[in-house]
């Protein structure tokens, strides 16, 4: 049963990874194993995200490395880095700071435990009704209306096409709301000393991503610990 069940986690990155859960991870009864694949279908999906990000962020390194010998740079290149700019909620256009603290890598543990405590392990009706693994709202024309919503709030639970894209969206909000400059700060003064950031550190930072506070940092920190998640970091 494990093995066919590897196979279909293999054909799932191939053929699946851009729809919802599968249907197979829903008929699992084991839960220690339905845990285990849920981690390895999200946990490719997690590494693509980080790999563009690595991808916009070498750019950002390579256009300053270049602007600081010839500010005459080409428009094409000065174009990608307004377009930068603007996804990342950078007000200054040549502040390489603001780039290299908000254009970084989130720590793949920290990805999937947010998944299953906001999704209930994918099993919550927003994760399989609008693929929102991370309960991400909307105030536009399109989403679910939360069933116990309060009166009074217009608030809408993002519907997206794909889990990928409920990843890459979170990936982006970390990255770029004022929610999380706490992380933001935590990651790039770990990183410009040399030490390793982790999903454990970067939990300590959340408690902004919920009503519970504090009390969600350690929610999030116990599911790392209790999956061994941190042995996912590269």
Not at 15 to 34: E, F, H, M, R
Not at 87 to 98: D, T
Not at 211 to 216: I, P, Q, V
């Amino acid at each position: 049963m494990r093995r066919v069940l590897s196979l279909l986690v293999m054909l799932t990155l191939f053929v699946y990874a851009a729809d919802g859960l599968p249907n197979w991870y829903y008929s699992i009864k084991d839960v220690k194993l339905q845990k285990q694949k849920f981690f390895e279908i999200l946990r490719p999906l997690v590494e693509k995200e980080n790999k563009k990000i690595l991808q916009q962020r070498a750019f950002v390194k390579r256009f300053f490395q270049e602007y600081r010998k010839n500010p005459l740079v080409d428009d094409a290149l000065l174009q990608k880095l307004a377009r930068l700019a603007k996804k990342y909620r950078i007000k200054e256009l040549y502040n390489e700071q603001e780039y290299l603290k908000k254009i970084d890598t989130i720590p793949v543990s920290l990805v999937l435990a947010q998944a299953a405590l906001e999704s209930g392990w994918g099993k919550s009706r927003f994760a399989k009704e609008a693929n929102n693994l991370f309960g991400e709202w909307t105030y536009g024309k399109h989403g679910l209306v939360p069933k116990q919503r309060t009166p009074g709030k217009k608030h809408k639970i993002r519907i997206f096409k794909t889990i990928e894209d409920s990843i890459a969206s979170y990936m982006l909000n970390l990255n770029r709301h004022a929610a999380y400059k706490e992380f933001r700060m935590a990651r790039y003064l770990a990183k410009k000393e040399g030490k390793k950031f982790d999903g454990l550190q970067a939990a300590m930072t959340m408690q902004r991503y919920s009503e519970l506070g504090r009390r969600y940092n350690h929610l999030v920190t116990t599911i790392i610990k209790k999956n061994r998640l941190h042995e996912f970091e590269g």
